[in-house]
C-alpha cells in the first residue's frame, strides 16, 4: 500500500523557519523515479501548489510558485525515501496545510487530483503549518 506521511509542523512566529518531512512507502518503484511535489491547503481556499522536485531522469530540478521563491527548499533523500520542503522566512500567508503529494502512474495511487494542469494521484494526510505571532 502506498503511503506518504507528513511530519514536521508547528507553531511559528513570523521571520521563524520549519522544516516538513515526507515519508514514502510501498512505492513499486524506486522512490527517485518519482517527480513529488509540496501543496497546500489555507482555510477556506483551494489546494495549491507550492514546489516539485524532479525525478532521476529530470535530474531532480526544482520548481516553485513565486511567492516562496528564495525562502523554501525542496529536497529529496531518496535513500531514506523521504522528501523535504525547508520553509524560511515564514509569513502568515503561508498558513495552510501542507501536503505531499505525487502522479505514481495510473497502476498506482487513487484518483487523480489537479492542481491547474498539474495532476496527482497519491497525497500524504497533511501537516498544519501555523505562521502567527
Known amino acids: 500500500e502506498v503511503q506518504l506521511v507528513e511530519s514536521g509542523g508547528g507553531l511559528v512566529q513570523p521571520g521563524g523557519s520549519l522544516r516538513l518531512s515526507c515519508a514514502a512507502s510501498?512505492?513499486?518503484?524506486?522512490?527517485?523515479?518519482?517527480?513529488m511535489s509540496w501543496v497546500r491547503q489555507a482555510p477556506g481556499k483551494e489546494l495549491e501548489w507550492v514546489s516539485s522536485?524532479?525525478?532521476?531522469?529530470?535530474?531532480?530540478?526544482?520548481f516553485y510558485t513565486d511567492s516562496v521563491k528564495g525562502r523554501f527548499t525542496i529536497s529529496r533523500d531518496n535513500a531514506k525515501n523521504t522528501l523535504y520542503l525547508q520553509m524560511n522566512s515564514l509569513k502568515t500567508e503561508d498558513t495552510a496545510v501542507y501536503y505531499c503529494?505525487?502522479?505514481?502512474?495510473?497502476?498506482?495511487?487513487?484518483?487523480?487530483?489537479?492542481?491547474?494542469?498539474?495532476?496527482?494521484?497519491?497525497r500524504g494526510q497533511g501537516t498544519q503549518v501555523t505562521v502567527s505571532s
Open positions: 503529494a505525487g502522479d505514481l502512474g495510473s497502476q498506482e495511487g487513487g484518483t487523480y487530483f489537479f492542481i491547474g494542469q498539474r495532476r496527482y494521484n497519491c
Open positions: 510501498g512505492f513499486t518503484f524506486a522512490f527517485n523515479t518519482y517527480a
Open positions: 522536485i524532479n525525478s532521476a531522469a529530470g535530474a531532480f530540478d526544482t
